[in-house]
């Protein structure tokens, strides 16, 4: 990873502006968007399993409290920061806004690198993280919730709420003071892979935009493209799964220890196991290992995936990228020279703050369930199938013909939580796609997706501190 001349945070602002600048909202409503209404840097301390007491450094961004609660991922690592969170937390802001979730946005970060602490070391870690939130308010269903994020997952999330609840006895919404969590513990389906399922959305719905895919000299359709993911964690192995099943061929996947490639495609969930069985990626059968894990990016493809971490294409390696479209899974892979040589080049880079909103979308859809203490479909699934099945009923004896058993049980279904997830999900990711390409046609002089994107979040976010007035 090359050092930046400027910090993420910064990076962040840069892009803000240049979009600011096709906007023409009040300059101090604009400085008011980009700021960090709060920021919360705490230390406390945790006894290791070896006897040990080691001091935790870990923070709390709420970005933006325009509308409530915020919302947004927690990072375990050892690269964190406070200015990583700020940024993290305003892409979180413009994110929520973009594709229609009324949340203001936050990010979390605990800086430490999870491989090297015991499972009760980092359960310990992660409730005393939770009550300091609790302690100074900046955890709660109607405040502020948090969800997984790089190095975090389910657990981390149960450990969470179970944490919260029980530092708030009788507090009937406290399963909606974190997202993510497992379905036993107030989960939704669909939301593990959600993410991922995001950013192959968002991508489909872009090479379904026959203008758009002539102008990057590609045929419509996913089905028989050639794609390359950075990161086989959650979002990284999900992309990768459902490019896959949609025909795509995954010809490379890269992972912190090497990267390997296979012309002829290449399965996430073998390559998985791989993993899990040998601890690396590397040595798959029938694939070759590269040299290093920083080689996938600069392969011939047509669509790549960085679901990473930030900062990994950038001034130095951009130039190499051929790449037709790269669809920015992670947060914040590309940097603002990346952008530049992109434009450059013709490469269509779908940004980061939109195209991985699936995980935030279905996060509220869960946060939506937890409120209303039912799961999605439980009233009116057995109802619909009893309707289509009178309805087919009907046809049939009106026709005098039937369908085969494949169809029926197709018509037949009523929406399980599963189906609606996905749903509204797929729905999300389409409008927002389209909303940003709308917005990027309509004005010759936005240069990139990004700038078109952050066009639409400013023109939300700004749109409601202005309808909302400044407290006096
Ligand atoms: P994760 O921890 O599940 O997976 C990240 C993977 O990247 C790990 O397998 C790690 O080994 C690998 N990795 C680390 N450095 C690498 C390198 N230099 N080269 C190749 N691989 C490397 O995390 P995740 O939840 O999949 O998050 C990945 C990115 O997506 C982050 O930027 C995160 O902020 C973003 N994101 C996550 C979600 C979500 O729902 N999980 C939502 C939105 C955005």
Request: net charge negative; glycine share 10%; charged share 25%.
């Amino acid at each position: 990873m090359s050092q930046q001349p400027y910090s993420f945070f910064h990076s962040v602002e840069r892009s803000f502006d240049k979009a600011a600048a096709f906007t023409n909202f009040d300059p101090g409503i604009l400085e008011q968007i980009k700021a960090c209404n709060s920021v919360y840097q705490m230390r406390f301390p945790v006894k290791l399993d070896n006897g040990n007491i080691e001091v935790i450094e870990a923070y709390r961004v709420q970005h933006s409290q325009h509308k409530s609660p915020c919302k947004g991922g927690i990072r375990f690592s050892d690269e964190v920061n406070q200015d990583e969170v700020m940024a993290l937390a305003s892409l979180m802001t413009y994110k929520c806004a973009i594709v229609n979730v009324p949340f203001g946005g936050a990010k979390g970060g605990i800086k430490i690198n999870p491989r090297k602490y015991s499972t009760y070391e980092l359960e310990k870690i992660t409730r005393r993280y939770t009550a300091e939130l609790v302690k100074k308010n900046f955890i709660g269903p109607g405040i502020d919730v948090p969800a997984p994020d790089y190095g975090t997952g389910e657990r981390e999330m149960s450990w969470i709420v179970d944490t919260y609840a029980s530092l708030k006895p009788g507090e009937i919404d406290a399963a909606g003071c974190v997202t993510g969590k497992p379905i036993t513990q107030g989960g939704v389906r669909g939301r593990k892979e959600a993410t991922g399922l995001g950013v192959f959305f968002g991508i489909r719905e872009v090479c379904n935009m026959a203008d758009v895919m002539e102008k990057q000299g590609l045929t419509i359709g996913v089905e028989g493209k050639t794609v390359i993911v950075q990161g086989l964690g959650n979002v990284g192995y999900h992309s990768a799964k459902f490019f896959r099943e949609a025909g795509a061929k995954v010809v490379a996947l890269a992972e912190y220890e090497g990267a390997i490639y296979n012309a002829h495609g290449l399965n996430e969930e073998e390559v998985f196991q791989h993993r899990k069985a040998t601890g690396s990626i590397l040595n798959f059968p029938g694939a070759t290992n590269l040299a290093k894990n920083t080689d996938a990016l600069e392969l011939e493809c047509d669509i790549l995936i960085p679901a990473a971490l930030e900062n990994v294409i950038n001034g130095e390696n951009a130039p190499r990228v051929k790449a037709k479209i790269i669809g920015e899974a992670a947060n914040g892979p590309c940097t603002p020279e990346a952008d530049e040589i992109f434009i450059q080049k013709g490469i269509l880079c779908v940004p980061d703050m939109y195209l991985n909103a699936g995980g935030v979308t279905v996060s509220y859809f869960e946060w939506l369930k937890n409120l209303s203490h039912v799961r999605y479909g439980r009233m009116e699934k057995r109802f619909t199938e009893n309707m289509n099945t009178t309805i087919l009923g009907q046809i049939e004896s009106l026709t005098g013909k039937t369908v085969n058993e494949t169809d029926r049980k197709l018509i037949q279904h009523g929406a399980e939580e599963i189906d609606l997830v996905h749903s509204g999900l797929e729905e999300t990711m389409i409008a927002a796609t389209r909303e940003i390409v709308h917005i990027w046609k309509s004005n010759p002089g936005i240069p990139d997706m990004r700038t078109a994107a952050y066009v639409s979040a400013i023109n939300k976010v700004a749109t409601s501190y202005a309808e909302l007035g400044i407290f006096p």
